[in-house]
């Protein structure tokens, strides 16, 4: 039953739309719900399970609108960019039959003359433009293949080239489409940067649909969905518990740090500890995670060769991405987003959370930063104190809240342009490595699969995580170490806290004991004296 | 639009009465934007019609002309002033209920224009104060005086003088007469039908009252062929995000910033048609957003099919405008984007407003097919929603409103009415998010922040909930408390220029200290809560600047970020951080907005100078990292004193070692930790956005004058700390305060009463004011050598007693050199000799300082650089 349900479900969605309408036509209860919940209902019932779901074909980088049949049924993993459209208002019933999810829109024989226009057959959908999910590792969208990034490049979509602008990362091919949602959202709106799965029929529309049509068709692909859940990537399925995760967490840091940070042990539990921090009440006096990487040598080939950080980070986490920084980005691209003619255009900062951001100081070279330049880094500022990204509107300004964790890798002995909260000087042993010169090899998947899933588990909220004697324990080593003229500020211990809880998560305890706190604090301290020798 | 000069014969005999004599269609044309014969073209008789409703079934009768002869409506009589309002309807209105009910409903349209008529005539403001009070909102102010004396007519007096047409009718007052209560909402389901009645009605209102103060006949002529417009306003407005197709047609009011407006585009109300063969002409007015083309002529004996052609120059058209409104930042939800609608405007409301404004909109919302083609029948399943805005009402200036000096001085809302307000006064809270709820909202928040400033302990409350983080500092929290309210700003009138001068209200803010003191987080906490607050970096990017440079450091070959200038909200609070690495260019910008509080700019060859009434919080470090208690304040920062003694108040926070505050500050930042929650232990603190709300609430509102008492003390206050200076005995004076330090003292007096929701100024403002002044000055004047407060250490860099001994010093050195006679002695030397004279050591740079001074003076001069220097006597110079 279930698998011809699927089959049918996959074949003719449509076919299956307009049953279900037929169906919720003719039955009269009362309580009967809105069509648009019933269709929900009935589409996520049919691909409950992630494998069920797997099986809609993608719409992705690879797999771009051209590559699909029409109004054929689509899952699409994306980050929702805008939400600034108006609600369409749209006829829901045409001659007996449905009139969403563009059946009407297709098919010109089921348009009406206007005389048969019924007002209260009148319903309204949220559209809303969703992309690609930026900074997505390929790992995770393509867990079975092996890493093959030049594929895509090959077949840009020329519709994403035309939309490229409502994509946050500049010079990366992606997909966007307009989603159209047809159940009720009042109550659990989408925010931007949102992750959403959407499933939908997938068609190629006008871009406004209000306008008349224009010969030259600004078409753009459009989401119908049928039904919509939070994105979890699916790597996450079915895996065994890592039996020993100190010893994991050992070797992953060694790994980090030969690959990428010249050998660099500290740098890289630092590196670790940012990119796995857990979310904490922007209330709080607490250090955010930033973290900027002083003193990193400069690459022979200064331009080309991009920092292996990036690369290595990638690998491990679902969500990564890079800015390399220079004059002409800084003063010609937005970093905020901003509305321009009512269509908001992205950011490079417009990004989901969680995501890890590999601010890169190395690209820049001398010259002029114009104004536009400045708001740029100011925001960035902005984004490392507060994590809130100001998007801009015409009069107005609206801050979001963001979670991002970045790693800024400068040459300047001291933070040059960035700020971040933390400043590690870094100390390679082995400079060569740093940079990306040939392709990074990775190690097999099984490999890394463990690191993968020891780095992303279930983010804890994290109460309690410092019992009453340890903090006791953390209370009087802060008063001896004073009395001792060991320099400690409040600043210094509110960080040490902060990372402390950062390493117990990444130990897989719950609570801090006096071996995690007594390894942050020798760690901190070999910053600081890293520091004091910078001078 | 009026028709074009060229001459079309009109041959369309049922219209033929429309043809206009030819002068007048040569009328001059008027400027758009007056209210002259563009729009109501007084000689062209032509049927007027508004073009923001479009009725079907357009009222025709009741001809006022006939009603108004038989059967006069009775005017209540003054006698029953006293009594509630009571319908005075004329019993014998005729009414062919089956010709005039809006279809569907048992609504009157007959009725209603009867109604609306009565209210009209009798509708008095005292009704309006009842309804206010009964409904614990403002009174509404009329402009005629006396409560007892229907409003209405005044106004209606003042179109027919005026010429203006339309009249604002605030909804409100439908509601508080009871006989036209139904009127309230029979507007808002089928304003397509009750406004056309309405117009009618106050078109026969207008005949009458013209009729009955005895007009010239032209002018009653004028009335009876204006078209008058009702211009409904003041229901509650709506969130856009709320609409929805169930709205359709029904009439709404929404809020909103307008974001673009379309220059002015002429719709077509009514086509005019001839016939190529016959030149039969024919009219066909817009039905429906449609013209029906005839096909064939219209004229039997013609009769040729697809003869008749559109003459442009002769059809009529209507002022449109689309306008798009975008939700406020005050509504929209958390973590959502602002939605935008579009108003469509027509005739005199066109142009009325700008991108920017913002506006309170009230029209008829309208979902219209999308068709596939304009020359097809067939639609598009989708309908485009706009609003046909019947009246608008701008914003307040204060804000993101109307910028008063933008507007042509003559250019003004269209309409006339009692209660129609140009402007209208909100209060700017940080929360208001439902605006349906707003006035309740509001008055709750109100409320709940008045109970708040009657605690006793409102001062103390407050300043726990600022940066409840970070541990101590109690005295710095207050200061910076105090700055957030801040003083008021003040001009004397009297005195020369213009206006005399004007005294800065904003208090001014340094923290210094050791690294690692929280400083910044301070700093951060009150750039997330201040309004229009500005967080810069002394050192790396500024806030918004023209141009930097990325630069390689000349030392260190390493790049850094040159900023530019720094460009400082007006009103708000900037945050500086590492204020001492600020460059030259920018301090020299603060020393001009801390003190005239403009700033100055310089491009292309104009200077411009702009507001910047910021106040300042600053924090610098020490210039060796730690803070040296041996040495003064100025030594200790790299800072010119000039820029340091601009601050009200200098807070020196040092990072001490003391077991028991260590480990209070160890357990408060773990108890922080441990919830993740700022509650901590058994302190109650005051939410971010109440307390950002309750600061808002106070500078808006409240400008404390000082009282009498308060004066005589702040002028105690002032004199004992001048006297503080004076030492017993000797004749040497240290400077403990100047007017600066009194002009700040009655900016924080003023702040604490702010901050207490008090108009007056008290004494225990001015204590508490003179209390953190003289913590402050005690932190940060205090001479380190001889553990007294000396202010010069702040205002000059130098403490009297540095400056006593600086004067020894120089008095020695001539002795010495006096001495040696003309050739002059090695700097070492003179050093050396110098050293051993004296009991203190003499300090190398303090040393040079002196010599630097004694050049400058001209007394004596060095030749020679590093190891051979040689100081001179100048000869003859003494």
Not at chain 2, 215 to 240: D, L, Q, S, T
Not at chain 2, 372 to 379: D, F, G, L
Not at chain 2, 760 to 785: C, F, G, K, N, Y
């Amino acid at each position: 039953m279930v698998s011809a349900a699927l089959s049918d479900a996959l074949t003719d969605p449509t076919h299956l739309l307009q049953q279900l309408y037929v169906n919720w036509k003719q039955s009269s209860a009362p309580d009967r719900p809105p069509f648009p919940d019933l269709v929900a209902r009935h589409f996520a019932g049919i691909f409950q399970t992630p494998e069920t779901l797997s099986q809609i074909p993608a719409l992705n980088v690879k797999q771009p609108l051209e590559r699909h049949a029409p109004r054929s049924l689509v899952a699409f993993d994306a980050m929702v960019q805008d939400t600034s459209y108006s609600p369409e208002v749209y006829l829901s019933e045409i001659r007996e039959q449905s009139g969403g999810w563009g059946l009407a829109e297709s098919n010109e024989d089921a348009l009406p003359p206007d005389e048969l226009a019924n007002y209260d057959n009148l319903d309204e959908r949220t559209v809303l433009w969703a992309v690609s999910i930026p900074g997505e590792s390929d790992w995770v969208q393509h867990p079975d293949q092996s890493v093959n990034r030049t594929d895509a490049i090959q077949h840009p979509s020329l519709l994403s080239k035309r939309y490229q602008h409502k994509f946050p990362l500049p010079d990366t091919p992606h997909v966007g489409a307009k989603v159209k949602i047809y159940t009720d959202l009042s109550d659990q709106p989408f925010s931007p940067t949102d992750l959403v799965t959407f499933v939908g029929f997938l068609t190629n529309e006008m871009y406004d649909l209000t306008d008349e049509p224009i010969a030259d068709g600004a078409l753009c692909p459009t989401l119908h969905v049928v039904f919509w859940k939070k994105y979890s990537p699916h790597y996450l399925i079915s895996q065994p518990p890592l039996s020993d995760p100190a010893a994991s967490v050992e070797e992953l840091i060694q790994w980090v740090a030969d690959a990428a940070l010249g050998g660099d042990k500290d740098a890289a539990e630092w590196v670790l500890l940012i990119c796995i921090s857990p979310l904490i009440s922007r209330d709080l006096p607490i250090i955010l995670p930033s973290l900027s990487l002083t003193g990193f040598p400069a690459s022979p080939d200064r331009l080309h060769d991009p920092p292996s950080l990036g690369a290595v980070l990638a690998a491990l986490f679902p969500i990564c991405s890079s800015l390399p920084l220079s004059l002409e980005l800084l003063n010609e691209r937005s970093f905020c987003p901003e509305s321009k003619n009512e269509d908001l255009h992205s950011g490079a900062l417009q990004l989901p959370h969680d995501n890890i951001l590999v601010v890169s100081e190395l690209t820049i070279q001398e010259g002029t930063l114009r104004e536009k330049g400045l708001r740029n880094i100011e925001s960035l500022q902005t984004v490392l104190q507060t994590q809130t990204l100001n998007y801009i509107f015409p009069f107005s300004a609206y801050p979001f809240p963001t979670r991002l964790r970045v790693i800024v890798l400068t040459e300047s002995k001291r933070t040059a342009i960035v700020k971040c909260n933390i400043v590690l000087p870094l100390r390679p042993i082995n400079p060569q490595k740093l940079y990306l010169s040939s392709e990074l090899i990775l190690p097999d998947a099984a490999i890394l699969q463990p690191f993968r899933q020891l780095l992303i588990r279930e983010q804890s909220t994290g109460a309690n995580f410092l019992s009453e004697a340890m903090s006791q324990h953390v209370e009087n080593d802060f008063v001896r170490d004073r009395q001792a003229g060991i320099k400690v500020s409040q600043d210094d211990l509110a960080l040490r806290i902060t990372i402390a809880r950062y390493a117990e998560f990444a130990m897989g305890r719950s609570q801090v004991n006096v071996e995690i706190w007594e390894r942050t604090k020798a760690l901190d301290q070999r910053r600081q004296a890293r520091l004091i020798d910078g001078k | 639009m009026s028709s074009s000069p060229l001459h079309y014969p009109t041959t369309d005999p049922p219209q033929s009465d429309l043809l206009a004599p030819p002068s007048s269609r040569r009328l001059p044309r008027t400027p758009p934007g007056s209210n002259g014969p563009l729009f109501i073209p007084s000689s062209t008789p032509r049927t007027q019609r508004r073009h923001d409703i479009h009725s079907s079934n357009v009222m025709t009768s009741p001809t006022a002309v006939s009603a108004r002869r038989t059967a006069p409506l009775p005017r209540t009589p003054t006698a029953d002033a006293d009594d509630a309002p009571q319908s005075s309807l004329p019993a014998a209105q005729p009414e062919p209920a089956t010709f005039n009910a809006i279809w569907g409903t048992n609504v009157s349209i007959v009725e209603t224009a009867s109604i609306f008529g009565d209210f009209l005539r009798n509708f008095k403001p005292k009704w309006r104060a009842q309804y206010d009070d009964a409904n614990d909102i403002p009174r509404t102010n009329f402009t005629s005086a006396d409560p007892n004396v229907p409003s209405y007519p005044d106004d209606l007096r003042k179109m027919r003088l005026t010429g203006e047409t339309g009249l604002n009718l605030d909804v409100v007052n439908l509601l508080s007469y009871p006989p036209a209560e139904k009127l309230w909402w029979q507007l808002q389901k089928y304003p397509q039908e009750v406004i056309p009645a309405m117009d009618q009605a106050l078109k026969d209102v207008m005949i009458t009252l013209a009729e009955d103060d005895n007009e010239r006949p032209e002018i009653i002529e004028e009335v009876e062929r204006a078209v008058y417009k009702i211009r409904p306003m003041g229901f509650p407005a709506g969130n856009m995000r709320d609409l929805n197709p169930s709205n359709t047609d029904h009439l709404i009011t929404i809020k909103g910033l307008v974001i673009r407006a379309t220059p002015i585009i002429p719709d077509m109300t009514q086509a005019f048609f001839k016939c190529l063969k016959c030149s039969h002409t024919h009219r066909a007015e817009i039905d429906r957003g449609r013209i029906a083309e005839p096909p064939a002529c219209t004229r039997d004996r013609c009769a040729e099919p697809g003869g008749m052609v559109l003459i442009h120059n002769r059809s009529a058209f209507a002022n449109r405008q689309v306008v798009r409104l975008q939700e406020t930042p005050d509504v929209v939800p958390d973590g959502q984007t602002p939605h935008t609608v579009s108003l469509c405007v027509y005739d005199e409301l066109v142009d009325i407003v700008k991108p920017g404004d913002r506006i309170t909109a009230t029209g008829i919302f309208r979902a219209l097919p999308v068709r596939v083609n304009p020359r097809q029948r067939t639609i598009k399943s989708l309908f485009r929603t706009f609003v046909d805005v019947l009246h608008i009402q701008r914003g307040d200036g204060n804000r993101l409103g109307v910028d008063p000096s933008t507007r042509q001085p003559g250019e003004r809302m269209p309409g006339v009415g009692g209660t129609a307000m140009d402007v209208d006064d909100e209060d700017d809270f940080p929360i208001l998010e439902d605006e349906e709820a707003g006035t309740s909202r509001k008055a709750d928040l109100e409320r709940r922040l008045k109970d708040l400033s009657r605690r006793p302990d409102i001062y103390e409350y407050l300043a726990k909930s600022l940066a409840p983080g970070i541990w101590g500092l109690d005295d710095v929290k207050k200061g910076i408390l105090l700055q957030l309210f801040g003083g008021t700003n003040k001009s004397i009138s009297r005195g020369g220029g213009g206006g005399g001068p004007r005294y800065r209200g904003d208090i001014n803010v340094l923290l210094v200290g050791d690294p690692g003191t929280s400083k910044s987080q301070i700093l951060q906490y009150v750039h997330k809560i201040a309004p229009r607050g500005v967080y810069t970096s002394g050192k790396g990017s500024s806030a918004v600047g023209l141009t930097a440079y990325v630069t390689r450091d000349p030392d260190s070959k390493q790049l850094v970020l040159e900023s530019g200038a720094l460009v400082l909200s007006d009103g708000g609070v900037c945050c500086i951080d590492e204020f001492d690495k600020m460059s030259d260019a920018t301090r020299s910008v603060l020393h001009e907005v801390m003190e005239q509080q403009t700033v100055s700019i310089a491009k292309a060859g104009i200077i411009t100078t702009l507001n910047a009434r910021t106040s300042i919080l600053a924090a610098a470090n020490p210039i060796g990292s730690k803070y040296l208690p041996n040495l003064s304040i100025a030594q200790n920062i790299d800072l010119p004193p000039t820029l340091i003694s601009r601050f009200d108040l200098l807070y020196l926070v040092v990072d001490q070692i003391d077991e028991t505050a260590d480990r209070r500050l160890a357990r408060h930042l773990v108890g922080l930790y441990l919830e993740d929650t700022p509650a901590n232990a058994g302190q109650e603190v005051l939410d971010m956005e109440t307390l950002a709300a309750y600061i808002t609430y106070a500078r808006s509102h409240l400008h404390p004058a000082i009282t009498e008492e308060a004066s005589n003390e702040l002028v105690s206050a002032y004199v004992a700390l001048r006297k503080v200076g004076e030492e017993p005995g000797s004749s040497e004076r240290r400077i403990t305060a100047t007017t600066r330090q009194l002009e700040s003292m009655i900016r924080l007096s003023e702040a604490h009463a702010r901050m207490r929701f008090s108009e007056l100024v008290e004494l225990s403002d001015v204590q508490e004011a003179t209390r953190l002044m003289r913590e402050a000055i005690r932190t940060s004047a205090t001479d380190p050598t001889t553990g007294r407060i000396d202010l010069d250490i702040v205002n000059v860099g130098a403490g009297a007693q540095q400056r006593r001994m600086r004067s020894d010093l120089k008095r020695e050195l001539l002795n010495l050199l006096g001495a040696n006679g003309a050739g002059g002695v090695r700097w070492a030397e003179v050093l050396k000799s110098l050293n051993t004279q004296s009991t203190l050591p003499v300090d190398a740079s303090e040393f040079s300082e002196v010599v630097k001074s004694l050049e400058a003076e001209g007394l004596i001069k060095t030749v020679g650089d590093h190891q051979r220097r040689v100081i001179r006597l100048v000869p003859g110079a003494q």
